[in-house]
């Protein structure tokens, strides 16, 4: 019993830095967690699978404005997915400031495979949200990310 106390009053002390903090915070961990152990590899390895087995020959930079993500991140993850083989990238003939980057064959088995996992893990959400909750829930976090920008 002492150790449920405890654990009030330690959710207590969380909530008291911010309302909101806490709960996020857990949700967020606990999607990242799910999302890597069933779908088989990290989210931001599996964005950028997905936009460029969508869009073909995307580049770094568009990649990173749609994501939100630093630059040096996404060239990070980029060339991860290079050394496993997964993608192939290479300098726009135009712009030789612009990488570009194409999917390679066991890249895009490696995407459906995982797309495929991905969906399992969407319906898991979906038995607890409806399609209004999970779109009021995606505005309200997207009113809070803009709250807080610079």
Same mark, same amino acid.
């Given at each position: 019993?002492?150790?449920?106390?405890?654990?009030?009053?330690?959710?207590?002390?969380?909530?008291?830095?911010?309302?909101?903090?806490?709960?996020?915070?857990?949700?967020?961990?606990?999607?990242l967690f799910a999302f890597e152990s069933e779908v088989g590899m990290s989210p931001p390895r599996y964005f950028l699978l997905h936009m460029v087995a969508n869009e073909g020959n995307i580049s770094q930079g568009q990649v990173g404005h749609l994501s939100g993500v630093d630059p040096s991140r996404?060239?990070?993850?980029?060339?991860?997915?290079?050394?496993?083989?997964?993608?192939?990238?290479?300098?726009?003939?135009?712009?030789? #400031? $612009?990488?570009?980057?194409?999917?390679?064959? /066991?890249? !895009? *088995?490696?995407?459906?495979?995982?797309?495929?996992?991905? =969906?399992?893990?969407?319906?898991?959400?979906? #038995? $607890?949200?409806?399609?209004?909750?999970?779109? /009021?829930? !995606? *505005?309200?976090?997207?009113?809070?990310?803009?709250?807080? =920008?610079?």
């Amino acid at each position: 019993m002492e150790g449920v106390r405890q654990e009030d009053r330690l959710k207590e002390a969380a909530e008291e830095v911010n309302p909101i903090y806490a709960s996020v915070g857990s949700a967020f961990k606990r999607l990242l967690f799910a999302f890597e152990s069933e779908v088989g590899m990290s989210p931001p390895r599996y964005f950028l699978l997905h936009m460029v087995a969508n869009e073909g020959n995307i580049s770094q930079g568009q990649v990173g404005h749609l994501s939100g993500v630093d630059p040096s991140r996404v060239t990070q993850v980029a060339k991860s997915l290079e050394r496993d083989g997964l993608i192939q990238r290479h300098r726009d003939p135009k712009d030789n #400031r $612009v990488v570009r980057m194409r999917l390679r064959p /066991e890249g !895009r *088995r490696v995407f459906e495979g995982a797309y495929a996992k991905r =969906e399992v893990l969407r319906a898991r959400i979906r #038995r $607890v949200l409806s399609q209004e909750e999970e779109d /009021e829930l !995606r *505005r309200l976090l997207d009113k809070v990310a803009e709250a807080l =920008e610079d």
